[in-house]
């Protein structure tokens, strides 16, 4: 089946540090999206990527679509004590019996230090 | 808009007993997708609900089973559980012409004794 390689798995910095994480897959996908969750919660959506090259922000955090389909990033600029969690992609393949079905990645736990 | 709610959140049963859990998705929403997060196996996906029909299913036995209401509430059931299905229930909504983008709720922690 499909899988997701996400590193690094976790991450130590200091407050005030850009972070930045990635996922890789051997299938193409046609959306890739990142979430972050805290402990006892459900994962909330930070960035939803629609398009091969694409290159979205949502406030301090920035991530692109790979140009292959099957690859994405995600950085964190200026990291603050509350962007602690554990980060997750997840992707949704292209279509058929698996469309609408996410695939996520094994999360890449963060801990900031202020 | 109120967001994804499930409950109970947290649930005790003994092995080979069932369990019900409900999630109401976000005003809307018509998709409703149920994934289950273990430490050793991350997160993996059950099944996905539209209109009252399952148009999705992963790779988990049969007595991981589900349904929706018209009103596009969804409920899952287990049944005979056992020690391993001890997880994290997670259910996910999204909008009919945005199935990708899926709405999280906070989960239902359910622990097997």
């Known amino acids: 089946g499909q899988q997701l390689n996400q590193s690094p798995q976790s991450m130590f910095i200091q407050e005030g540090e850009d972070v930045s994480m990635n996922c890789t897959s051997s299938s193409i996908f046609n959306t890739w999206l990142w979430y972050k969750q805290d402990p006892g919660e459900g994962p909330v959506l930070l960035i939803a990527?629609?398009?091969?090259?694409e290159l979205t922000s949502n406030g301090r955090l920035t991530a692109q679509f790979g140009i292959t389909r099957k690859d994405s990033f995600l950085n964190i600029s200026a990291s603050i004590p509350s962007d602690v969690g554990i980060y997750f992609c997840?992707?949704?393949?292209?279509?058929?019996?698996?469309?609408?079905?996410?695939?996520f990645g094994q999360g890449t736990i963060l801990t900031v230090h202020p | 808009k109120a967001g994804v709610t499930q409950t109970p959140r947290y649930l005790i049963k003994t092995r080979g007993q069932q369990v019900t859990l409900s999630c109401s998705p976000i005003s809307g929403h018509r998709s409703v997708s149920w994934y289950q997060q273990t430490p050793g196996q991350g997160l993996q996906f059950l099944f996905e609900y539209f209109s009252e029909t399952q148009r999705n299913k992963g790779n988990f036995p049969g007595r991981f089973s589900g349904r929706q209401f018209s009103n596009s509430r969804s409920e899952m059931n287990v049944s005979t559980l056992e020690l391993g299905d001890s997880a994290l229930y997670l259910c996910?909504?999204?909008?009919?012409?945005?199935?990708?983008?899926?709405?999280f709720g906070p989960g239902t922690r359910l622990l097997v004794l």
């Open positions: 997840a992707g949704l393949s292209p279509g058929g019996t698996s469309y609408g079905k996410l695939t």
């Open positions: 996910a909504s999204s909008r009919p012409e945005a199935r990708e983008t899926q709405y």
């Open positions: 990527l629609y398009k091969a090259g």
